[in-house]
């Protein structure tokens, strides 16, 4: 096992030379054997390139094992720059100048409009052919037009290179980037090994895009730090879902809160695969778990459903519930899981057990800093080396977080302070309703005032009066929704997580 590897070249040697380390529904195996190897091809056949340590590689693959690999490989030796492959032309033109890549890689016959952004800013484009034949995610690279130099830092990265960079979300600002060096990604995968205590046995099925955090550290690298096997699909398919369960056969898997529930909806029409099935966990992150929802996946599954709390600057995971015997709450995030966490008032000073706050966190798994960017650093870290999450919650005298909002989506109507989730948990009870986001919109007088999005169950109805009736039976008034829309489906972003802020505006009520 790679204990404490601080390089993902270390990091893949955790399993054994003929254990599988990436599968694909129906496809051949692929050992950690075969993964170091296409893994030191990759790193020899960019060096030839010119391409070394710290150089940007902007990777715009389909998920599946393919883009695992490559994701890996580039990582291990020069920086890997994942991109969302849905992005328009516009958004390619800004990812790739914003990360100064030094070359593109794309699938061989791939349509992506990215290959056009690239030759338009003189960024060399390899095509990825992939050789299933020789193991999910095997591939070789054709890369075109005269070889440049060597490059001048070739060879495995070392500890304090970048391993990735990863843009924030950019969901009120431009988006920020985030270097994560390999000694920060390890770490998180390390923390997420040892709080789902993974070992050589365990079979993962990843459903999570690959170009997000969440996949790329919990879903790909953590249970590969132990000699664990990933199966990656073309991506999430809550109508696949089941069959490729059975076929899989998977220990755990870890998704978004939305995707649990579209799984969830699906479970009735088949417990035989459940029970045939049985898992060791389930894990969910990225986004708030409703309690409701939490409660019916372990009665549906018969496993537990582990939330963590994570985000991209602290290369994914920040806090855990534990695994049984130990308690984990609905509601919680769990314990601090790598990280140190506290909560501190607005002068950044700490608060006891119980008290509301920002939460901050330091650790080895956490970026050093945004990239040239000083003024979000002077807001970001405190001159205690904390680095401020932009999240609001309490710890228990046991240390459990609860998250009570973004501080940025914390509605302020009239100087009254409400927070988003609290109205999702009373709506979430209405035994009619399926999902919900509460969110601000804008209000003449008041500033903002409160307003939800629902999705009703199959074959339910509700009328919005009816359920602002439920509400006011158990929330004070001001917190009461002045709008409650009824959708079929809720806008997501491009993970799969319903966003707050922007909502009002997406759907017309601004």
Same mark, same amino acid.
């Given at each position: 096992?790679?204990?404490?590897?601080?390089?993902?070249?270390?990091?893949?040697?955790?399993?054994?030379?003929?254990?599988?380390?990436?599968?694909?529904?129906?496809?051949?195996?692929?050992?950690?054997?075969?993964?170091?190897?296409?893994?030191?091809?990759?790193?020899?056949?960019?060096?030839?390139?010119?391409?070394?340590?710290?150089?940007?590689?902007?990777?715009?693959?389909?998920?599946?094992?393919?883009?695992?690999?490559?994701?890996?490989?580039?990582?291990?030796?020069?920086?890997?720059?994942?991109?969302?492959?849905?992005?328009?032309?516009?958004?390619?033109?800004?990812?790739?100048?914003?990360?100064?890549?030094?070359?593109?890689?794309?699938?061989?016959?791939?349509?992506?409009?990215?290959?056009?952004?690239?030759?338009?800013?003189? &960024? @060399?484009?390899?095509?990825?052919?992939?050789?299933?034949? +020789? *193991?999910?995610?095997?591939? %070789? =690279? !054709? #890369? $075109?037009?005269?070889?440049?130099?060597?490059?001048?830092?070739?060879?495995?990265?070392?500890?304090?290179?970048?391993?990735?960079?990863?843009?924030?979300?950019?969901?009120?600002?431009?988006?920020?980037? &985030? @270097?994560?060096?390999?000694?920060?990604?390890?770490?998180? +995968? *390390?923390?997420?090994?040892? %709080? =789902? !205590? #993974? $070992?050589?046995?365990?079979?993962?099925?990843?459903?999570?895009?690959?170009?997000?955090?969440?996949?790329?550290?919990?879903?790909?690298?953590?249970?590969?730090?132990?000699?664990?096997?990933?199966?990656?699909? @073309?991506?999430?398919?809550?109508?696949?879902?089941?069959?490729?369960?059975?076929?899989?056969?998977?220990?755990?898997? $870890?998704?978004?809160?939305?995707?649990?529930?579209?799984?969830?909806?699906?479970?009735?029409?088949?417990?035989?695969?459940?029970?045939?099935?049985?898992?060791?966990?389930?894990?969910?992150?990225?986004?708030?778990?409703?309690?409701?929802?939490?409660?019916?996946?372990?009665?549906?599954?018969?496993?537990?459903?582990?939330?963590?709390?994570?985000?991209?600057?602290?290369?994914?995971?920040?806090?855990?519930?534990?695994?049984?015997?130990?308690?984990?709450?609905?509601?919680?995030?769990?314990?601090?899981?790598?990280?140190?966490?506290?909560?501190?008032?607005?002068?950044?000073?700490?608060?006891?057990?119980?008290?509301?706050?920002?939460?901050?966190?330091?650790?080895?798994?956490?970026?050093?800093?945004?990239?040239?960017?000083?003024?979000?650093?002077?807001?970001?870290?405190?001159?205690?080396?904390?680095?401020?999450?932009?999240?609001?919650?309490?710890?228990?005298?046991?240390?459990?977080?609860?998250?009570?909002?973004?501080?940025?989506?914390?509605?302020?109507?009239?100087?009254?302070?409400?927070?988003?989730?609290?109205?999702?948990?009373?709506?979430?009870?209405?035994?009619?309703?399926?999902?919900?986001?509460?969110?601000?919109?804008?209000?003449?007088?008041?500033?903002?005032?409160?307003?939800?999005?629902?999705?009703?169950?199959?074959?339910?109805?509700?009328?919005?009066?009816?359920?602002?009736?439920?509400?006011?039976?158990?929330?004070?008034?001001?917190?009461?929704?002045?709008?409650?829309?009824?959708?079929?489906?809720?806008?997501?972003?491009?993970?799969?997580?319903?966003?707050?802020?922007?909502?009002?505006?997406?759907?017309?009520?601004?």
């Amino acid at each position: 096992m790679a204990e404490n590897a601080t390089t993902l070249h270390a990091l893949i040697r955790a399993g054994a030379d003929d254990a599988t380390a990436l599968s694909s529904p129906g496809g051949v195996p692929l050992t950690f054997g075969a993964l170091r190897a296409l893994t030191d091809r990759t790193i020899a056949a960019l060096n030839a390139q010119g391409i070394g340590r710290g150089d940007r590689v902007g990777i715009v693959l389909d998920n599946g094992p393919e883009m695992a690999a490559a994701f890996i490989a580039v990582a291990a030796g020069a920086t890997s720059a994942p991109l969302n492959p849905s992005y328009k032309a516009d958004e390619f033109n800004f990812y790739l100048s914003d990360l100064n890549a030094k070359l593109l890689v794309v699938a061989e016959g791939s349509e992506t409009p990215a290959v056009a952004v690239a030759e338009k800013l003189g &960024v @060399p484009v390899v095509r990825l052919r992939p050789t299933p034949e +020789a *193991g999910a995610g095997s591939f %070789t =690279l !054709a #890369f $075109t037009g005269a070889a440049a130099a060597p490059a001048a830092k070739g060879g495995p990265a070392e500890a304090e290179d970048i391993a990735l960079v990863l843009h924030t979300s950019g969901t009120t600002s431009r988006p920020k980037i &985030v @270097p994560l060096k390999q000694s920060n990604v390890c770490a998180s +995968a *390390g923390n997420i090994r040892r %709080t =789902l !205590a #993974f $070992t050589a046995d365990d079979r993962g099925l990843n459903i999570m895009p690959l170009f997000h955090i969440h996949g790329l550290i919990a879903g790909i690298l953590a249970p590969l730090s132990a000699g664990g096997q990933v199966s990656c699909t @073309p991506g999430f398919n809550a109508l696949k879902f089941f069959g490729w369960m059975s076929e899989v056969r998977p220990t755990w898997y $870890t998704a978004v809160p939305t995707m649990h529930q579209a799984i969830l909806a699906r479970a009735g029409r088949n417990k035989e695969t459940i029970e045939a099935n049985p898992l060791r966990f389930i894990r969910s992150s990225s986004s708030s778990m409703p309690p409701q929802v939490m409660k019916e996946i372990e009665d549906v599954f018969g496993a537990p459903l582990i939330e963590a709390y994570g985000m991209t600057e602290a290369a994914h995971q920040m806090a855990s519930n534990p695994l049984p015997p130990r308690p984990h709450y609905a509601g919680s995030v769990g314990l601090a899981a790598g990280p140190e966490i506290a909560i501190v008032d607005d002068e950044g000073e700490p608060l006891p057990a119980g008290e509301i706050g920002e939460i901050v966190i330091r650790g080895n798994n956490v970026m050093a800093g945004y990239e040239n960017n000083d003024k979000a650093n002077a807001e970001a870290f405190t001159k205690q080396g904390w680095f401020r999450t932009g999240d609001q919650g309490s710890l228990t005298p046991e240390g459990y977080l609860s998250l009570t909002g973004r501080l940025k989506e914390i509605i302020n109507r009239g100087g009254e302070k409400i927070s988003p989730r609290e109205v999702d948990e009373v709506l979430m009870d209405h035994p009619a309703v399926s999902q919900c986001v509460t969110f601000a919109m804008p209000h003449d007088k008041l500033g903002e005032d409160v307003a939800a999005a629902i999705v009703l169950r199959e074959g339910q109805t509700l009328v919005e009066k009816e359920l602002r009736g439920f509400a006011l039976e158990r929330l004070a008034a001001f917190k009461v929704p002045a709008k409650i829309l009824i959708l079929d489906e809720i806008p997501k972003g491009a993970t799969g997580k319903l966003q707050r802020i922007g909502l009002a505006q997406k759907l017309g009520l601004v």
